[in-house]
């Protein structure tokens, strides 16, 4: 089926750098992107989301890129903090079906002081 | 507001036993959904419901029901607990005011032995 990919497994950074984390969709239908970050023991926690009528989007300290040619996502972290230390995910909606996200493996970041 | 909440946080059952988890949310959110989550990888949806009296199948749904006679309240039962069913679960209730109503419970990490 249709499913979200994540380029790289890990990623480390040191703090103060600026990180990078890729998502490829392969539904084209996807319409509405949603990055996550998971700290270790606790459900998923919202950071920023896009529509497919955007290319880019920014938030505190964080950008989502989308690019629907080739069907990429990425989140860059400004100056990442150890705070930031955790594994991402992408996720994808299809039309207005709110409840169905299908999520991406996940990406972990680690950030060293 | 308690936001998504979760019980119990943990248990252990035996091969054959049935339970149910226990979602709750008190943002008066249509959408609920059920993920779980194994080691190393992103979240599965199990069944998601649009609202109370509505529910329908996710891309796991074997072994599992669910019900929503309350906007607040959508339980997950397994029917017939088996190893396979060893993982975290994950509640989650999505608005859809706008940007970034999506959250998730802090998880139920069931074993079954």
């Known amino acids: 089926g249709e499913s979200v990919g994540l380029h790289l497994p890990t990623l480390s950074v040191q703090e103060g750098d600026n990180s990078i984390i890729n998502c490829a969709y392969s539904?084209?239908?996807?319409?509405?992107f949603i990055w996550y970050k998971q700290e270790s023991g606790k459900g998923p926690q919202f950071i920023i989301d896009?529509?497919?009528?955007?290319d880019k989007r920014q938030g505190q300290r964080v950008t989502v890129l989308l690019n629907k040619t080739v069907k990429h996502l990425s989140l860059q972290i400004a100056a990442t903090q150890p705070g930031d230390s955790a594994v991402y995910f992408c996720?994808?909606?299809?039309?207005?079906?709110?409840?169905?996200?299908?999520f991406g493996q996940g990406t972990i970041l680690t950030v060293h002081p | 507001n308690a936001g998504v909440t979760q019980t119990p946080k943990f248990q252990v059952l035996k091969t054959g036993q049935s339970m149910t988890l226990q979602c709750a949310q008190d943002m008066n959110h249509e959408y609920m959904s059920w993920y779980r989550q194994d080691p190393g990888m992103g979240l599965r949806l199990i069944h998601y419901?649009?609202?109370?009296?509505?529910?329908d199948q996710g891309e796991v749904p074997n072994g599992y029901n669910v019900s929503r006679s309350t906007t607040e309240d959508f339980p997950l039962r397994l029917l017939s607990a088996a190893p396979s069913q060893t993982s975290v679960y994950f509640c989650?209730?999505?608005?859809?005011?706008?940007?970034?109503?999506?959250?998730f419970g802090p998880g139920t990490r069931l074993t079954v032995t």
């Open positions: 419901s649009v609202g109370a009296g509505i529910t």
């Open positions: 539904n084209s239908a996807s319409d509405y």
């Open positions: 989650a209730s999505i608005g859809t005011g706008g940007s970034g109503e999506q959250y």
């Open positions: 896009i529509r497919s009528n955007m």
């Open positions: 996720a994808e909606i299809g039309g207005t079906s709110y409840g169905k996200l299908t």
